[in-house]
């Protein structure tokens, strides 16, 4: 079955970096898009980033665009999301998500907290 993993949140300081990593497996990773999505308390989840299959096309939201990168190794089966100049705004659950044949797959979520 579809099994999407999220590691490397954690608490950083404002203007710091963090590196997510989602491991997937239970599908043919390498020909589908996969997103992240993060969610805020008290807020809806919204779209941070998503990567096309071949990692040849990349969609940002506003909010993040020059600070995050979204990238992926289909030899390892993961997509990662390298934040940079962390703002407390960040601070939410971060997902990773595949929609695939029309049904959506969510990981668990990994907390990143951005706190002096």
Known sequence: QVQLVESGGGLVQPGGSLRLSCAASGFSFSIYSMSWYR????????????????????????????????????????????????????TAVYYCHLNRIKIDYWGQGTQVTVSS
């Open 39 to 90: 969610q805020a308390p008290g807020k809806e989840r919204e779209l941070v980033a998503d990567i096309s299959s071949g990692a040849g096309m990349t969609n940002y939201a506003d909010s993040v665009k020059g600070r995050f990168a979204i990238s992926r190794d289909n030899a390892k089966n993961t997509v990662y999301l390298q934040m940079n100049s962390l703002k407390p705004e960040d």
